[in-house]
């Protein structure tokens, strides 16, 4: 397990890549799991309800997955999938660990306020969530580089996930 863990941290320090993870459909559905529990707890604790967060979890892995292979297939590089998916899960589940107790945190600063004029986040968080999350697209774009052709182009393709993830998601919780 920790040998797993240091190849996922490897991918997020970016000293390697997805080649370095085994291809295979048992490893994946395990690196789905681990992704799902990494985000179980402050998923619950921010949603309104476990089948709101069940809906978001879901819409937002089958989104990733279908973003990876439209990549694939437009770049022609099928060979990639199945170890980018896994890469993508296993260093967003390490993401979620990391990210978890700012998450945590926020919710009870939510939680305390009773107006939103009153809400006074604290700068280390806001600074903290900042850094996770440009650290978290750097990372994606350094997964999507592998399969793209032109990787310079990686920073928008996962910048652009990022946000049609959010619209997506949004949509489907107003609704």
Known sequence: MIKLLTVFWNIMLKRSGQETLPDSNFFLGLVFVFYFLSQLISGIKVSDSIDMFLMSFVIDA???????????EFFATQSYFRRSLIALFGTG????IIASP????????????EMMDELQIPVWLTFSFLLVAIWSIVIMAHIFS???SKPTYSMLVAIAYIMVNFLI???????
């Open 62 to 72: 089958v989104f990733l997955a279908v973003w990876l292979r439209l990549l694939v």
């Open 93 to 96: 589940g390490i993401f979620n």
């Open 169 to 175: 998601q949004s949509l489907v919780q107003g609704l």
């Open 102 to 113: 700012l998450i945590i945190e926020f919710s009870n600063y939510m939680q305390s306020v």
């Open 146 to 148: 592998k399969v793209m």
